[in-house]
């Protein structure tokens, strides 16, 4: 569960950061990378659309928070296409810290604690609704309506 200000605090950093999107998203892959080098050829060697459908998606997860954080549209699916592309559990933190530190990078004076924390905790509520996926579910291929082939 999310309080109104924990959610006033992601969704307010996250209009600050998406204003500089390419920026942000270029740290949060180099970032990534740099701390999980092995997880690098899961990606494509052109990364410029997948910046894109990142910081598109996050932003609509984080514009459907609400205090139940029952919505998050798209969740299951986007947790679907990740079992698809190989993505563990194990991977969801190293991905978790790359985020919170391109954050941090990204908002300088305005990255503090209670940010931190709200950033956390709605990090931790969206990775576990894409980990609680079911794989037995995913026979047929899902395509992002984001994903460009
Ligand atoms: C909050 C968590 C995450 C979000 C919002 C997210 C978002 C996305 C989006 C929007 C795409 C584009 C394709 C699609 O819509 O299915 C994508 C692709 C991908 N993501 Fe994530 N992701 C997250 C976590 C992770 C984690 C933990 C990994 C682990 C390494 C990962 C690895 C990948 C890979 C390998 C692709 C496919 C690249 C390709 O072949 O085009 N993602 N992600």
């Known amino acids: 569960m999310l309080t109104a200000e924990e959610i ?13 999107a390419t920026d942000m998203t270029t740290t949060f892959y180099d970032r990534m990378f740099e701390l999980a080098p092995e997880i690098r050829p899961m990606f494509p060697a052109d990364m410029t659309d997948l910046k894109h459908d990142f910081i598109s998606k996050l932003a609509v997860l984080v514009g459907s928070l609400d205090e139940t954080t029952g919505l998050l549209p798209g969740a299951d699916i986007l947790g679907r296409n990740h079992l698809r592309y190989g993505v563990r559990p194990e991977h969801y933190p190293v991905v978790g810290e790359a985020l919170i530190w391109s954050f941090a990078r990204g908002l300088g004076a305005h990255w503090t604690d209670d940010v931190e924390q709200a950033w956390r905790k709605v990090y931790g509520i969206i990775a576990q609704r894409m980990i609680a996926v079911d794989s037995s579910s995913s026979s047929s291929p899902i395509t992002s309506p984001l994903r460009r082939t």
């Open 8 to 20: 006033v605090r992601v969704r307010s950093s996250f209009d600050r950061v998406f204003a500089n």
